[in-house]
């Protein structure tokens, strides 16, 4: 996309083609109203049905008697961070809001894999007891642990020193070839494992809601249902966003926003003493842990008595833990820079793509929004970070905050939309 001067033109694709409506509405806005809230009436005016569709294969869900192995298997080969759950218990003729339980998502197999290895502090630290599979010492109170949220990881500091020991690439080679991980249910962990609400918006919904879902709500993805099929018709993702506004560049209506400074329009959010951040000797797990328990999806790795980045761990990374537990077998415990290197090697073995071979992807706070979007649009990422002229971390932008900047949230908007629309397992804790 060249910069440039506002276009008008043909639209080349779904995404250009809604900003084209974005860009009608805006030119019938009354002049008085503010940039903000002349965004805020447009996208109020467009149904999320408008949306462009995912691709088939983002359009995944999960049976809830599937095993918790076959959804790390589907999350992974799809490239996807969650799924929603169907009850496989439910009636045919079931409405929508009962046909599916919640989404499962990675973040909940960080709290299941926490609570495996929180309930080892007592065994060999190796995990060889998940081989054996029998063992009822080990496999009742995990069990026990998962479905009561018991030893909850959220109200946990830093891991113990027994724990740390415990997570080397024994434990996981253990633990992903044991009975007990491979004849898990999903719908068997609904307890403690992170069950995000089903909050599902239908085709007349309005852009606005959506949006709003994804930015002040921290909703990773939104589906969209068809209430007369009871199916999912659509899933929209913070990254289907971001690419939506990539191409929109040249638009009067972006480039007006677009084009001012990260410092200029309040980002980064926050200041660099509260990033969230794990040094690159701490455990992997420390970084799962923080991610849990902050609410965030990644971490920068930082070096140990410094403030330069090394690389950005995800939620969506813990699915190295499980899918290729053979990588860490030589290291005696896995840090944050040993997870790194032996991910990075085992990406590059078997020619995968991904945003762990790209390095820090970073920006500074006198680059326009416009350039950021960009930036995250074409590396596929989440997160980008804010260095100062030398290198040293001062902040994080992620697509939820520059989605945030693009809208608000009028006074008593979503009114009772709340209410009695989170159907929960009923061992939920959320």
């Known amino acids: 996309m ?11 694709s779904p995404e250009a083609k809604l900003g084209m409506q974005v860009e009608d509405l805006w030119d019938v ?10 965004l805020n009436a447009c996208f109020e005016s467009i149904p999320v049905s408008s949306f462009p569709p995912a691709p088939s294969s983002q ?16 999350l992974s080969q799809h490239k996807i961070l969650s799924a929603p759950v169907v009850d496989v218990d439910a009636p045919e003729d079931a409405s929508w809001i009962d046909r599916y339980i919640g989404i499962v998502e990675f973040a909940g197999i960080v709290v299941w894999i926490l609570h495996q290895s929180e309930k ?5 630290s190796d995990g060889s007891e998940f081989a054996k599979g029998e063992s009822e010492e080990i496999t009742g109170p995990a069990v026990a642990a998962a479905v009561n949220g018991v030893s909850s990881p959220r109200k946990r500091g830093n891991l113990s020193p027994r724990s740390a020991a415990i997570i080397s690439g024994k434990f996981f080679e253990a633990l992903t070839s044991s009975d007990f991980y491979k ?6 962990i609904s ?11 239908q085709k007349s919904n309005s ?16 589906p969209v249902v068809d209430p007369g099929e009871r199916t999912i018709d659509n899933v929209i993702t913070q990254s289907a966003v971001i690419h939506m506004l990539e191409e929109c560049a040249g638009l009067y209506w972006f480039e007006s926003w677009g084009k001012k400074k990260l410092s200029e329009i309040g980002l980064p959010l926050m200041k660099p003493s509260r990033v969230v951040k794990v040094y690159e000797d701490e455990p992997v797990m420390q970084a799962f842990k923080l991610m849990r328990q902050k609410g965030v999806g990644g971490v920068p790795v930082v070096q140990s008595g410094g403030l330069k980045a090394i690389g ?16 860490y077998k030589n290291y005696r415990s896995i840090t944050a820079k040993n997870f790194l290197t032996a991910v990075r090697s085992y990406l590059d073995e078997h020619k995968e793509a991904s945003p762990l071979l790209n390095g820090m992807v970073t920006c500074g706070r006198d680059n326009t929004i416009k350039e950021v979007i960009v930036k995250l649009d074409s590396q596929k990422i989440h997160r980008i970070y804010v260095v100062d002229g030398e290198g040293n971390l001062e902040g994080v932008i992620t697509l939820r905050d520059i989605i945030s900047k693009l809208v608000h949230e009028p006074r008593g908007y979503f009114g009772d939309f709340f209410d009695g629309v989170l159907p929960l397992p009923a061992n939920s804790r959320v």
Not at 120 to 124: F, L, T, V
Not at 207 to 222: A, D, E, G, P, W
């Open 191 to 201: 307890g403690s494992f992170r069950w995000a609400p089903f909050l599902a918006l």
């Open 59 to 74: 359009v995944i869900e999960i049976n809830s008697n599937a095993s918790l192995a076959e959804a790390v298997q589907l």
């Open 183 to 188: 004849n898990t249910k999903v719908r068997d």
């Open 2 to 12: 060249e910069d440039g001067s506002p276009r008008r033109g043909m639209p080349s």
């Open 29 to 38: 806005q009354e002049p008085q109203l503010s940039p903000t809230e002349k």
């Open 312 to 327: 950005n761990i995800s939620i969506r990374d813990v699915q190295f833990l499980l899918i290729a537990p053979e990588i």
């Open 207 to 222: 852009f606005l809601t959506m949006l709003l879902l994804l930015s002040k709500y921290r909703m990773k993805s939104v």
């Open 120 to 124: 080892m502090d007592g065994s060999d």
